[in-house]
Nanobody
């Protein structure tokens, strides 16, 4: 079992940056792949970025170049740095874990989910 808790959400203006953190705890979380997703009101969940245990990374085209995922095994989790935020980035941002020992970041099968943190970007 892996427990995930996201922090760092909030209200920011368009063009600002925000950094989210997902704390992973439980049984050997360092072997799991970690990913970030978001879900806006009335929309489907959207994949953003992922990182394997060996730090192979994968990004959605929609955030490539603006968002950066970084694994932090010292703190036991994963960061999502978000730059040049837009109002359309407003959503609940969720962290997920899965694919123990997976080597391809775009093929992680997620088993565990956090509750999410709200990010609101105003104009």
């Amino acid at each position: 079992q892996i427990q995930l808790v996201e922090t760092g959400g909030g209200l920011v203006q368009a063009g600002a940056s925000l950094r989210l953190f997902c704390a992973a705890s439980g049984r050997t979380p360092t072997i799991y792949g970690l990913g970030w997703f978001r879900q806006a009101t009335g929309k489907e969940r959207e994949f953003l970025a992922s990182v394997t245990w060996s730090e192979s990374k994968y990004y959605a085209d929609s955030v490539q170049g603006r968002f950066t995922i970084t694994r932090d095994n010292d703190k036991g989790g994963v960061w999502l740095q978000m730059n040049s935020l837009k109002p359309e980035d407003t959503a609940v941002y969720l962290c997920a874990a899965g694919g123990p020992w997976a080597t391809e970041a775009h093929k992680i099968s997620y088993e565990y989910w956090g509750q999410g943190t709200q990010v609101t970007v105003s104009t």
